[in-house]
């Protein structure tokens, strides 16, 4: 699952989606790393069959002194990708980066992103090694593990994209359902979805809600939604999560004013069925709910929450606000925010479920 939260854009914690003005574009002549060749194969006896080495993508290079780290994916506790921005090699403006980690976040190198103005670009979710994608005002797929990007076939303007089992969910104009097979790009309407405000993955289904609407939906690619009945009633938004098949999670948000927002959380043990109530998360403004097998954690505008043992907790705070965050498994999380300085963006990972926190260095 991968998603995000909301300053920025969070499989976005608050708003799901951001709306830009759109700045004038910068240079983007950042330096452009090897690429390593195709793989090959090696027999490994006489009569055997071949085996195929591992991909291993492009090379990489030093990440940029100044690097700012926008949004981020993993796609294992060891490999992730994050996606940003450095002081242009001239010094005038500012250049788009990709960094790479296959340690855990212990190194990093940079490694080619799409030629656009930082300003321009949103979200970086990766399926796997070789696939793929970058948001801003154009959609970006990659095939080669982030060696080349291209804009997307079908040329889909999105926002927030969710992946899971090979295929991404994306919301389009006017809150419409889209989806792609990952080892293509080309991004579809599903039919006669429209207005939605949060999606989220799980396994070949997608778990949505609509601003007031009566139920939460599912739905797999092709076939028509299945509705169910969502806990908040009339006067709230559903922000609904799959932890499992059966095991869902929804936060009910309020209004939200002055950095406030009533927020009521619920879970189901049956797949929507039934519920039961969850506690209230913190009340701060911005809902981005990740179900994981160590906790359900949120994150809003100024902190991560979590819920262990039938009660909230902080589990991160800062005052320089929360562009994005996640938790890839159990106990692999991050977030992106200003952390004490609230100028520049820092990225901060964890790797017991979200107990500890460490800044990244880049």
Known sequence: MKRALCLLVLVAACSHGTNRAAPTPTPTDSPTPAVTSAP????????????????????????PSGFRPMSATFISDQTGYVL?????????????????????????????????SPD?????????ERNGFVTGDDAWVTHDGGGTWKVTPSGASVTVISIAAGRAWALGDSGALLSADVTTGGFASERGVLHLNTISAHGAEV?????????????EHGEAPASHRQPCGSSGVA????????????????????GHQEKHAFQS????????PAGDPPQSTGTDPYVTTDGVFVFDHQQVAVYRGGTWSTALQTD?????????????????????DTTSSTMKLTHDAGRTW?????
């Open 40 to 63: 090959t194969v090696t027999p490994t006896s006489p009569g055997s069959s071949p085996t195929p080495r591992p991909f291993e993508g492009p090379k990489g290079t030093t990440v």
């Open 84 to 116: 940003g921005a450095s002081p242009c090699p001239g010094g005038k403006g500012s250049c788009d980066v990709i960094a790479r980690t296959q340690d855990g976040g212990r190194t990093w190198k940079a490694i080619p992103s799409p030629k656009t």
């Open 120 to 128: 321009h670009l949103a979200q970086i979710r990766m399926a796997d």
């Open 207 to 219: 778990i949505y809600g609509s601003a007031n609407a009566p139920t939460i939906s599912t739905l």
């Open 239 to 258: 922000v609904p999560v799959e932890g499992t098949a059966t095991h869902w999670f929804v936060v009910c948000e309020g209004d939200a004013g002055l």
């Open 269 to 276: 043990t049956d797949a929507g069925t039934t519920w039961k």
């Open 320 to 340: 320089g606000g929360i562009s994005e965050g996640g938790f890839e498994s159990a106990r692999l999380g991050y977030c992106i925010g200003g952390f004490g």
């Open 358 to 362: 460490k800044t990244v260095a880049f």
